[in-house]
């Protein structure tokens, strides 16, 4: 584009989103006045109910007659505590991630054999067409990966003779090739960005039949294939504890809102990749490590409580770190009191702290986690309390594995993918109202003019 051209268009978009934004704007007031719950939720975090889900149980709140009284948050994948299910596989010293799948799938634990079976078929699914590698994961890499997931996600649907096929059987067999194949397209997209647009050495090594989702993930992904089993533990339990949300998060939601149209499997999955990708979703696992940077590049001494609570003020002043207002890896929708998942997640974290010499960033990391509800709430009207979620370790975690951070929500789609496949299926077999809830118009009603009369 000429910059004359470049010119012209920013001086006109900047002259006309000043248009946008001020014929645009509605007063907060009448989302009260005609009882509009912003967000799809009450002021004190109940979301209005939008379906029903046999997959997960989200809770954050006791219920005591009619009130509601914050609790230590909850999570039940097919009725099963989060807790026990991770104590479960990690006590036993085995990976979780595939017996995990197969619940969230089936409803069901599986037996060691339907477990062998299912470990068969996922390696079973995961090729991919002749030559995708080359022709589409490798073509105009991105430092998006996420975007490159997506665009890998459509194109394997230009693959699939019976894209349109919504039959149970047809959508399992799209769904556990797509669950199988994500480790591969992130990896891969991300080696792509990493010699194209990086300028570093190009490998691309093949998954192996006897390792997990967990290790194969980091054999694909390190140029030596090797980690230790401390990391792929790790790894494991960090993709169970992504897998799954319940069907109101924003982008099982998305998820469940193609599906209800009728769209097929790849379309309803790259939807949800590219809801989750937004900061306030998913993509807080990559904002929360830029935060801290940011926070160590600007206190002199991080283990002052005054200096650390001063900057988190600004932060939430707009006037440091990206401005928008927000803490990243604080608060949730639904949790209150705390988010079981953190919870979990920071037991590891405090091993590979201390395992990877990273004790003094651990200690920030408390900090701050201590320090950051009470400015939250003492610059924001907080209903109903706000907790560390999931997001807040994981990215600490993933540095501390070597996974470079253009890979850390793409990690979490690896995980929440089975989740989103989980709610299509429950989707398909249930439902069957296209999802269109109602937005109250308040615009004033016009009468035509005539373009020589405007
Ligand atoms: C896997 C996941 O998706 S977990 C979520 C990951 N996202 C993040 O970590 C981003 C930071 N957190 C947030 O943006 C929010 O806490 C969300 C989006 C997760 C939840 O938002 P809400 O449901 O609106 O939270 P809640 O009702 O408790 O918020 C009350 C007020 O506190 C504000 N608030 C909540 N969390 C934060 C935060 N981390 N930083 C600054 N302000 C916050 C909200 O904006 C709201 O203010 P408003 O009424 O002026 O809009
Ligand atoms: O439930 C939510 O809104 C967000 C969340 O924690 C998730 O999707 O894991």
Not at 91 to 103: D, K, P, V
Not at 136 to 148: H, R
Not at 233 to 249: Q, S
């Amino acid at each position: 584009m000429q910059d004359t051209d470049k010119e012209m268009i920013e001086n006109y978009t900047e002259k006309y989103s000043k248009l946008c934004e001020a014929n645009g704007l509605i007063d907060k007031n009448l989302f009260d006045l005609y009882g509009v719950k912003r967000g799809l939720r009450d002021i004190n975090g109940k979301g209005v109910l939008a379906g029903i889900t046999k997959v997960s149980q989200i809770k954050g709140f006791e219920e005591q007659g009619d009130q509601r009284i914050p609790c230590e948050g909850k999570l039940y994948y097919r009725g099963y505590d989060i807790n026990d299910l991770v104590n479960g596989f990690t006590s036993n010293n085995r990976f979780g991630c595939e017996e995990i799948t197969y619940l969230l799938l089936f409803s069901a634990l599986p037996t060691k054999e339907q477990l062998a079976e299912f470990k068969e078929i996922l390696a079973a699914s995961w090729d991919l067409p002749k030559n995708f590698v080359r022709d589409v994961i490798m073509k105009a890499p991105s430092k998006d990966i996420m975007n490159s997931m997506t665009k890998s996600v459509l194109t394997l649907a230009s693959y699939d003779d019976k894209i349109d096929d919504l039959g149970s059987d047809n959508v399992l067999r799209q769904c556990l090739n797509l669950i199988s194949t994500f480790p591969r397209l992130a990896v891969y997209a991300y080696h792509a960005h990493n010699h194209y647009d990086l300028d570093n050495s190009l490998y691309i090594h093949r998954p192996n039949k006897n390792l997990s989702v967990a290790e194969n993930i980091l054999h694909m992904l390190r140029p030596d294939t090797e980690y230790t089993e401390l990391e792929a533990k790790i790894l494991d339990a960090a993709l169970v504890l992504h897998m799954e949300h319940g069907g109101g998060n924003n982008s099982t939601f998305t998820t469940r809102v193609i599906t209800s149209a009728g769209s097929d499997t790849y379309s309803a999955i790259a939807a949800a990749i590219l809801s989750l990708k937004g900061p306030k979703h998913g993509g807080a696992s990559n904002k929360v490590p830029d935060m801290m940077q940011n926070i160590k590049d600007n206190v002199t001494d991080p283990t002052d409580e005054e200096e650390v609570r001063h900057y988190l003020t600004k932060i939430l002043d707009k006037q440091a770190f990206d401005r928008r207002g927000l803490i990243y890896g604080m608060g949730h929708a639904v949790y209150t009191l705390s988010d079981p998942r953190a919870l979990i997640f920071k037991g590891f974290v405090k091993k590979l702290a201390e395992a990877k010499g990273r004790q003094a960033d651990f200690a920030l990391y408390s900090l701050i986690e201590r320090l950051a509800p009470e400015v939250i709430g003492a610059k924001r009207r907080i209903y109903k309390g706000v907790c560390v979620n999931i997001d807040y370790y994981s990215g600490f975690v993933y540095n501390m594995l070597g996974i470079p951070m253009q890979l850390y929500t793409p990690m979490f789609a690896t995980a929440r993918i089975v989740g989103w496949s989980a709610h299509r299926l429950e989707e398909l077999i249930n439902a069957d109202k296209i999802i269109r809830p109602a937005y109250k118009s308040i615009v004033t009603l016009n009468e035509y003019v005539d373009i020589e009369e405007r």
